[in-house]
């Protein structure tokens, strides 16, 4: 059995649990934030087109497309921005 220990209350716990067998806290808490706060950080500075669902169906192949362009576009310069700042140093 996986046993973590409880960043709550310090008790060992059943690690495929999710709230603490203790204190009933949720267990890899700081570990699950973590994994948002990377994404968030990944995600910044991307602001891609937002499809709603309600669009028509030629509208939103359209659109499609143009976020299609838009992630070469941003991979295109963070590229640059990489080869930039490894040649600055
Ligand atoms: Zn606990």
Not at 6 to 29: A, I, P, Q, S, V
Not at 78 to 89: D, E, F
Request: proline share 3%; aromatic share 12%; charged share 25%.
């Amino acid at each position: 059995m996986k046993e973590s220990k409880c960043e709550h209350c310090g008790f060992w716990t059943n690690g495929h649990l999710e709230n603490c067998n203790y204190c009933g806290k949720r267990l890899n808490d700081r570990h699950l934030s973590e994994i948002e706060e990377r994404e968030k950080i990944e995600f910044r500075g991307m602001p891609l087109l937002k499809i709603d669902p309600d669009t028509p169906f030629i509208r939103k192949g359209f659109l499609y497309v143009l976020r299609f362009i838009q992630l070469i576009f941003f991979s295109i310069i963070s590229m640059v921005a990489a080869m930039a700042s490894s040649t600055v140093h």
